[in-house]
């Protein structure tokens, strides 16, 4: 009876040795992440975001400051930048350049079954520290709604939506790189 404790015992041991050692091995590699994807030369320090103008042909009043603001609150949440006036070792800066809605799809009546309202905004990113990582670039998205629907009734739903998808847009090019 005792020799085939012994013997049982023994494959259990060495399983056990084996995930020991597993363990200590994989404890030793360490792997480095962030939770916001976002990569920053550890000498920026400072981050300035400058009012978006809206410079589109159809103006929403309170769209200029609602953009600044998210992309200030997405900044503040996935970086540790300290916010400046002024310029900062990284700067946003731009203006909304298109509000529009136009028909997408016809019915068989010949009337649109489906609008596309979309908003567009030209961002210069400079980054003094890596001057490689600045850009100049307009970036564009959009919600399709029923046509059925005024603009009004579906407006700040969908704007909402876009400046979400825009600041995340232009959060990523500045800082995430994959």
């Known amino acids: 009876m005792e020799l085939k404790c012994k013997k049982n015992i023994f494959p259990v041991a060495a399983i056990l040795l084996i995930l020991t050692g597993w363990i200590f091995l994989l404890n030793g590699c360490k792997i480095s992440y962030s939770m916001s994807g976002a990569r920053i030369s550890p000498e920026v320090k400072t981050l300035s975001i400058q009012y978006f103008q809206n410079r589109a042909d159809l103006v929403q009043p309170m769209l200029s400051q609602y953009l600044t603001d998210a992309l200030i609150d997405k900044c503040k949440a996935q970086t540790n930048l ?77 704007s909402d939506k876009i400046v979400e998808l825009l600041v995340e847009d232009i959060f990523n090019k500045a800082f995430v790189t994959w």
């Open 82 to 158: 300290g916010l400046v006036n002024g310029l900062g070792d990284v700067d946003f800066e731009g203006e909304i350049s298109g509000y529009s809605t136009v028909p997408l799809t016809v019915a068989a009546d010949a009337q649109a079954a489906t609008n596309r309202f979309t908003i567009s905004v030209r961002v210069k990113f400079t980054n003094s520290i890596e001057p490689e990582l600045s850009y100049e670039q307009t970036f564009s998205r959009y919600e399709d709604y029923d046509s059925s629907l005024d603009l009004n009734q579906v407006e700040k739903e969908l």
